[in-house]
């Protein structure tokens, strides 16, 4: 088995596989609810947008709750202080996650207009606010949550809600949302006929610009003005969860130190940058071909896995920074569980994530199709 270090580097690539695969599976059916009330015209055309991801929305859940699973299990004093700091912000995120179930299940019940399109819009709240939610806390991260530990190793946040709204922590909201969109644009471009193709592929290509000059803009504020955190002293990566035995200095522009040792990093927020753009060069030649689709399909996905690598490679090692104790701020390396943790967790993911890899593969496969009004119409006591 792995030692101890390799045990917490490969849950720290664990994690971030599973944000990653979260973003591009549930990400994009966030992003497909967002687009609902502005690229369908009508009752069926809605009907067409939501049966896109009919039949994957609830699987695609699975990965949420894996991520926090093993958030929990591998760190779970970040899982404490996350979830402590940003209360309200959580609660909010889970109500809206609770609301999309729903609106999915309950807006075709009754043939009413009024019903459908409040249920309509609930999905839009529903879709939306969890990914606003996400960059700002992002945005927070990256900034320092304002967090202690007693001598008891008992966790304080002492900032507020309002704080939680910088201008970084809004601009990292503006990225999250505009990634979600762009993914379920080019979701749809593939998936629906030629009028809602049309309308998703336009809205695509406004949000390709604005997502790659936010993401452009926010790197430009760690440059110029965000401060970074830095660990001055020498660190145990070997040793046990002592998070406050460590040196920590806030330092400008320190989230770009990884960049400066390896210059390969690079490639990852270019990679988000110049797939953003040619998932709206792709979608902007409208052209009918399946293959061209699924580029932009493929491109979007990228993106968003640059920007996620992006961030982790960034923050390395730092999960998440204290703004008002910087020696609290809790690394890979001094706030995981025990090896002997870590080793069966592995032992459980080794197993069922190729499980939840397989069987959404299988579902994808099985139920790709192009979704049409006629359809629809033809299926239309059984269709969402």
Not at 196 to 222: D, E, K, N, W
Not at 336 to 362: D, G, K, N, Q
Request: neutral net charge; contains cysteine; charged residues 10%.
């Amino acid at each position: 088995m792995f030692d101890y270090e390799i045990l917490k580097l490969l849950w720290w690539g664990i994690i971030g596989f599973l944000l990653i695969a979260f973003t591009l599976t549930d990400g994009m059916d966030m992003g497909v609810g967002g687009l609902l009330p502005f690229i369908a015209k009508d009752d069926l055309q809605r009907r067409v947008v939501i049966n896109t991801v009919g039949a994957h929305w609830d699987g695609n859940q699975v990965w949420f709750i894996t991520a926090g699973a093993s958030l929990f299990a591998a760190w779970p004093m970040v899982y404490a202080t996350a979830f402590s700091g940003f209360y309200f912000a959580m609660m909010l995120t889970l109500f809206c996650l609770f609301l999309r179930p729903l609106a999915f299940d309950y807006r075709s019940k009754i043939e009413s207009t009024r019903w459908r399109n409040n249920w309509d819009w609930a999905l839009f709240v529903g879709s939306m606010v969890p990914p606003l939610v996400f960059g700002i806390a992002f945005g927070n991260l990256m900034l320092g949550v304002p967090f202690s530990f007693d001598e008891l190793m008992r966790v304080s946040y002492s900032g507020s809600f309002l704080q939680l709204f910088s201008p970084f922590a809004l601009l990292c909201a503006v990225v999250s949302v505009t990634m979600v969109l762009l993914h379920g644009a080019t979701w749809l471009v593939m998936r629906t006929d030629d009028v809602v193709a049309r309308r998703a592929a336009t809205v695509g290509t406004i949000v390709a610009p604005v997502l790659a000059l936010s993401f452009i803009a926010a790197g430009l504020m760690i440059w110029l003005s965000v401060e970074g955190y830095v660990v001055t002293s020498v660190l145990d990566t070997m040793g046990l969860a002592r998070p406050t035995h460590k040196q920590v200095e806030i330092v400008s522009g320190a989230w770009l130190n990884n960049y400066a040792t390896m210059p390969l990093l690079w490639a990852l927020p270019a990679t988000a940058i110049c797939m953003s753009l040619l998932a709206m060069l792709l979608m902007r030649k409208r052209v009918k071909s399946g293959l061209t689709k699924a580029l932009a399909f493929v491109a979007s996905s990228l993106t968003c896995t640059g920007i996620i690598a992006t961030a982790g490679s960034s923050m390395f090692p730092f999960v998440l920074p204290s703004s008002s104790h910087p020696n609290h701020s809790l690394l890979l390396w001094d706030a995981v569980s025990s090896e002997t943790t870590l080793a069966i967790m592995l032992i459980v993911v080794a197993v069922f994530i190729p499980l939840i890899i397989s069987y959404t593969a299988w579902c994808y496969i099985k139920m790709w199709r192009t979704v049409t009004v006629a359809e629809i119409t033809q299926n239309t006591h059984t269709a969402y």
